[in-house]
């Protein structure tokens, strides 16, 4: 059955990608990083590298306070001991005090090994990142002026980029970055012919971090030099704001994502969404919304297009449900179960 033909996106197209483009993306038997509701199964499934050590410890704790693993989600659980954490900073018990402190730090390291070793290949030395050939589809859609933004850990969206001339991680952060001589980098760049003063042309917008980040001094961005390492007892730093209630996007260098993105959602032409759920707690991101859509109807400055790419109707309804004020009279709307739905099937004569 020949694919439905996606419509060609008005410039300027904001693309606006969650955990399940990253999940559905990568090529081959991987099953992908999780989403919420499967992340403690997929982490008690994880080998290797000391990994099962911090599982163990987390799910253990998982189970102490729910009576069970499977079916809890990772942002409930990690509300729940952050806010216990905070709770216990002045309020200790006088007697056997849950260290809800360490708990936190093991979860986060936990939750870097799970992305990492769910999206990198760790048969080659060096790992090398798995290949996503849907999201090479996808990013051929862009043009420059085109935003990428992303509530994803992962590093798929970067390492999808064929070649340089859209984007490169120099400068296509949104924010000036160091680390551009170390190891990641400079293979990025010299694997795709990147020439030396081209500039990007899109921005990435990483709301939540990224698995290849430090911060540096003045809260800037350090790229990792190695950002799949992933050794026994050794815990590695990394700048993301894991999935709890005290994000603190007020702060730089994500008080200049969010503030760029809010520009970009306002001004875009088309809004691409693919695997984003709007979860019930992400209060930020769904704020980030609603003002993008009050201001875009009392303004009436309506999007041309909305296209929506989730293998769930209840999840494509809530969407349209949001931005349906934002799309106007004539806004048109397109829906995809999956990326691969609308690409040509390269088994079919063109």
Same mark, same amino acid.
């Given at each position: $059955? ?27 038997? /991987?099953? !992908?990083?999780?989403?919420? $509701? ?7 499934? $994880? ?20 009576? #069970? ?32 402190? +360490? ?25 090398? &990142? ?6 090479? /589809? ?5 043009? &420059?002026? /085109?935003? %990428? %933004? ?8 970067? @390492? ?16 000036? *970055? ?14 795709? !012919? ?5 500039? /990007? ?25 190695? &950002?799949?390492? *992933? ?43 693919? !695997?984003?759920?709007? &979860? @019930? ?11 993008? *859509?009050?201001?875009?109807?009392? $303004? ?13 109707? *209840?999840?494509? @309804?809530?969407? %349209?449900?949001?931005?349906?004020? +934002? ?9 995809? #179960? ?13």
């Amino acid at each position: $059955m020949p694919a439905k033909k996606l419509p060609q996106p008005t410039h300027p197209l904001v693309l606006l990608l969650g955990a399940g483009a990253s999940k559905g993306g990568l090529d081959g038997d /991987s099953a !992908g990083p999780p989403v919420d $509701m499967d992340f403690f199964d997929i982490a008690n499934s $994880m080998s290797g590298h000391g990994t099962p050590v911090f599982a163990k410890r987390v799910l253990k704790s998982v189970w102490e306070l729910y009576g #069970r693993t499977s079916g809890i989600g990772l942002e409930e659980y990690y509300r729940d001991i952050e806010t216990r954490a905070a709770i216990s900073t002045f309020t200790k018990a006088a007697n056997k005090p849950k260290d809800w402190g +360490a708990r936190k730090a093991d979860l986060e390291e936990l939750i870097r090994r799970v992305y990492v070793q769910t999206t990198v290949d760790f048969s080659e030395n060096p790992p090398k &990142p798995k290949t996503s050939s849907a999201h090479q /589809s996808i990013l051929k859609l862009l043009k &420059p002026g /085109s935003t %990428i %933004i992303t509530f994803n850990y992962d590093t798929v969206i970067e @390492e999808s980029f064929e070649n340089a001339d859209l984007w490169n991680p120099n400068d296509g952060y949104g924010t000036a *970055v160091h680390g551009k001589s170390f190891d990641w980098c400079r293979n990025w760049l010299e694997g795709r !012919g990147y020439k030396e003063g081209r500039k /990007s042309d899109i921005h990435i917008l990483k709301l939540h971090g990224s698995l290849g980040w430090t911060l540096y001094k003045n809260r800037q961005i350090r790229l990792k030099a190695r &950002p799949y390492t *992933v050794q026994k007892k050794r815990k590695e730093k990394i700048s993301v704001l894991p999935p709890g209630w005290n994000k603190k996007i007020h702060i730089n260098p994500y008080k200049i994502f969010w503030h760029e993105a809010r520009l970009k959602l306002d001004k875009c032409k088309s809004l691409m969404i693919v !695997g984003y759920s709007l &979860p @019930e707690t992400d209060l930020l991101a769904r704020a980030l919304f609603a003002e993008v *859509v009050r201001r875009r109807e009392s $303004m009436e400055q309506y999007l041309n297009q909305l296209i929506l790419v989730d293998p769930s109707e *209840v999840v494509q @309804e809530k969407l %349209i449900k949001l931005f349906t004020p +934002a799309l106007g009279p004539l806004g048109k709307i397109s829906r995809f #179960r999956n990326i691969t739905d609308f690409l040509p099937d390269p088994n079919q004569p063109a």
